[in-house]
């Protein structure tokens, strides 16, 4: 990529962000004038309603929404065909998405058909190389993630990890990675997160940066065992914590970029005066923002718990009672009914947006990012935990492990002297755990514009102390229920699928009329 100087004032990163975003700009006006894909076809609107549903239900995060959708697609076109035509899954894969307006219409071009059955005449032999469900998975995974690069370009995703992980390296020393794995690391805690990018997503990432040029299936396996263990090394999990704590500026940075792309980012970021009003400008949109999404996700959340978890429970529940007591007893029913949803608007109402401090700290470090520095000093990071001192460390297990066993054990004895049975027990600690666990996660992603660390007063701490048994158990239940989803292979197979034909018939039929109608109407005039 040729690198134009924006301005000398700006410092060597800021000037490459932004000729990542003079090279999005110039795809785009390539992009507006070629031929684009129809896919209306008058009853789409039922596939873009079916995919909020199921958004709703399944509860991924906003900006993997597509990529996953476009894996749904894919599996389902390779499980129902036993002979791929390419090109033609290549056409249906982008009109679905159209149709449940992952894209539009004027975005993507008829080239990008071609471009994409390149991708799965790529991918898709390579199934066969294995029956192991682990690698199918993963095939499906990298090309769902190159066919959505190839419709709607990552350019400026990739800038800012490229960027931010530069600044990264020139601002902070790592002395316990070697120069490899630092690069690779501070990667992957960009890509979580600044892009929020999950496991399987970094995994493309990864491919696509170092491995370009693969020759053979058993090379690309040995590739994707690497890439595994990069993904779970040691440090990443700590590196993530800390790099979330220093890219607050980054996300403030990136929608005063956005807003004055290309014409006015001289004006702005040539005078810290004009900057500094568009941060306090779009530090308080963030704030503002910042309790919309924290509302969002726990109205998300809700509708998770009840769409997946509450209403099977409830199948469980009621004819346990009947069939053993011969009566329904409505208290625990309705304790299990209301306490999450009202769990989790509590932990919303507890979560505060940023003040003054946080935005002239965003200021500083926006300042200090866009502007040449003459010296710069590397902060030392150390990611390896401490280890307790043994005796000190077994002392805390044992409190631990006896506030799990007081804080379980209370709470059983009180349900059932107000008639809890064995499954009314099991659903309310099941959804309790789930909820405080997404409350908390809700609360800690809503935490991206902090760049002052929140202060915890003495009844959250109390808080974070006695809800501990239940994160850990809501966590493990997360992770295990996921990989026993029944209800999204139901909607996949059984509704899903008939959907998409039906409007596939349908939309077919208009252009039948649509063509008949030519030949009688669009002939040349004969007197």
């Known amino acids: 990529m040729q690198i134009i100087i924006f301005s000398p004032k700006f410092s060597d990163e800021f000037n490459l962000l932004l000729n990542f975003y003079y090279k999005w700009w110039e795809e785009k006006q390539k992009t507006e004038e070629k031929e684009k894909i129809k896919a209306g076809g008058g009853i789409e609107t039922l596939a873009f309603v079916y995919e909020k549903i199921r958004n709703a239900i399944e509860y991924k995060g906003e900006n993997l929404l597509r990529r996953y959708a476009t894996e749904r697609i894919l599996r389902r076109y390779a499980w129902i065909n036993s002979s791929w035509d390419y090109q033609k899954i290549a056409e249906l894969i982008i009109k679905e998405l159209i149709w449940a307006r992952y894209l539009k219409e004027e975005e993507v071009n008829v080239e990008k058909i071609n471009e994409v059955e390149k991708i799965l005449r790529k991918f898709l032999p390579l199934l066969k190389f294995s029956q192991e469900k682990e690698w199918k998975d993963w095939i499906f995974t990298v090309t769902s993630c190159e066919i959505e690069n190839c419709l709607c370009p990552h350019i400026i995703d990739e800038g800012y990890l490229e960027v931010i992980s530069e600044w990264i390296k020139n601002n902070y020393l790592i002395s316990e990675l070697s120069e490899e794995e630092k690069n690779i690391q501070i990667f992957l805690a960009v890509g979580r997160s600044f892009l929020k990018l999950d496991d399987p997503t970094l995994s493309w990432y990864l491919l696509k940066k170092r491995y370009p040029s693969i020759s053979s299936p058993q090379e690309l396996l040995e590739v994707k065992e690497k890439i595994t263990s990069e993904l779970n090394h040691p440090v990443g999990l700590p590196l ?8 607050a500026q980054f996300f403030i940075l990136k929608e005063i970029i956005e807003k004055n792309f290309p014409h006015k980012i001289n004006f702005v970021f040539d005078k810290p005066e004009k900057l500094k009003e568009e941060v306090e400008e779009i530090c308080e949109k963030k704030y503002l923002e910042t309790k919309e999404k924290i509302n969002r996700g726990i109205i998300r959340s809700i509708i998770y718990i009840f769409a997946t978890k509450v209403l099977i429970a409830l199948l469980l529940e009621i004819p346990y009672e009947l069939f053993f007591f011969k009566k329904i007893n409505f208290l625990p029913i309705g304790i299990n009914v209301v306490i999450p949803p009202t769990l989790m608007l509590f932990l919303g109402s507890t979560i505060k947006v940023p003040g003054e401090e946080n935005t002239q700290k965003i200021i500083r470090e926006i300042n200090s990012f866009v502007y040449k520095k003459e010296n710069i000093s590397k902060t030392p990071i ?95 239940l997360s992770k295990s229920l996921a990989k026993l989803n029944v209800l999204m292979i139901v909607m996949d197979f059984m509704i899903e699928a008939p959907l998409k034909s039906i409007i596939r018939v349908f939309e077919e039929w208009l252009n039948f009329i649509k063509e008949k109608k030519r030949e009688v109407v669009e002939v040349p005039f004969s007197p």
């Open 382 to 476: 150390f990611l390896s935990q401490r280890t307790s001192i043994s005796l000190l460390k077994k002392i805390f297990t044992f409190l631990y492990a006896l506030l799990f066993i007081l804080i379980f054990g209370g709470l059983t004895y009180l349900l059932i002297k107000i008639k809890f049975n064995i499954i009314s027990l099991g659903v309310f600690f099941i959804f309790l755990s789930l909820v405080l666990l997404f409350g908390f996660r809700v609360r800690y992603n809503a935490s991206e514009v902090f760049a002052v660390e929140e202060k915890e007063g003495l009844f959250l701490r109390l808080l974070d102390n006695l809800s501990l048994p239940f994160l850990n158990l809501g966590f493990w």
């Open 240 to 247: 993530f914590r800390f790099t979330r704590k220093t890219l």
